[in-house]
Structures are given as structure tokens and as C-alpha cells.
């Protein structure tokens, strides 16, 4: 059974760093484009990040380049998502994916999810 757990979320102050871990079983994930998605409360999922197996990477939003940086261990079939100067308005769940390109992934067409981790930020 394909799956993909995400960890590392939690409930921090302003200007605070996270790393969030997707790790994913079932199969080797070492040919598809992995990435992460968010969903504020009340709110539609955004595109975060997305990398590929050769470490090609795009972001979403302006806000998250520079903050957010996304990595992955193809070894240990595992995505990363460090967050740093997390402000408020990142509080939201963060999903894992995978898709078969940059392109659909930020396009929100995955192949697979995660379950989510919620990341809460305090001002």
C-alpha cells in the first residue's frame, strides 16, 4: 500500500523555524516530482513547493522564496520542507504529494496525498 506521512508540525511562535518530513512507502518514489502543498483554515489548498528526483525545484507564492526551502533524500524516499521567519498567516495544514511533473504538481494534480500535519504559528 502507497502511502506518504507527513511529520514536523507543530504549534510555534513568529519568527520561528520548522522542517516538515514526508516519507513515503509502498514503492520507491525516486522518479516522481514531490512536493508540498497548504490549506489555511477557511481557505483553498496553495502550491508551496515542488522538487524533482534530480533536485529541480519551484515555488508558490513570492512570500515562501527565501523563507521555504524545499529537499529531498531519494535514499530514504523523503521530501523536506524547512520553514524559517514562519509568520501567522503560514498557520495552515501542510500535505504532501506526488505528481509526474513540476507542472501538474503545482497544478494540484498528484498521483498521491498525505494526511496532513498541521503547522500553527502564534503571534
Known amino acids: 500500500q502507497v502511502q506518504l506521512v507527513e511529520s514536523g508540525g507543530g504549534l510555534v511562535q513568529a519568527g520561528a523555524s520548522l522542517t516538515l518530513s514526508c516519507a513515503g512507502s509502498?514503492?520507491?518514489?525516486?522518479?516522481?516530482?514531490m512536493g508540498w502543498f497548504r490549506q489555511a483554515p477557511g481557505k483553498g489548498r496553495e502550491f508551496v513547493a515542488g522538487?524533482?528526483?534530480?533536485?529541480?525545484?519551484?515555488y508558490g507564492a513570492d512570500s515562501e522564496k527565501g523563507r521555504f526551502a524545499i529537499s529531498r533524500d531519494n535514499s530514504r524516499n523523503t521530501v523536506y520542507l524547512q520553514m524559517k521567519s514562519l509568520q501567522p498567516e503560514d498557520t495552515a495544514v501542510y500535505y504532501c504529494?506526488?505528481?509526474?511533473?513540476?507542472?501538474?504538481?503545482?497544478?494540484?494534480?498528484?498521483?498521491?496525498w498525505g494526511q496532513g500535519t498541521q503547522v500553527t504559528v502564534s503571534s
Open positions: 504529494a506526488t505528481g509526474r511533473s513540476l507542472l501538474r504538481l503545482e497544478q494540484g494534480q498528484c498521483d498521491f
Open positions: 522538487i524533482g528526483w534530480s533536485g529541480a525545484f519551484t
Open positions: 509502498g514503492r520507491s518514489f525516486v522518479n516522481d516530482f
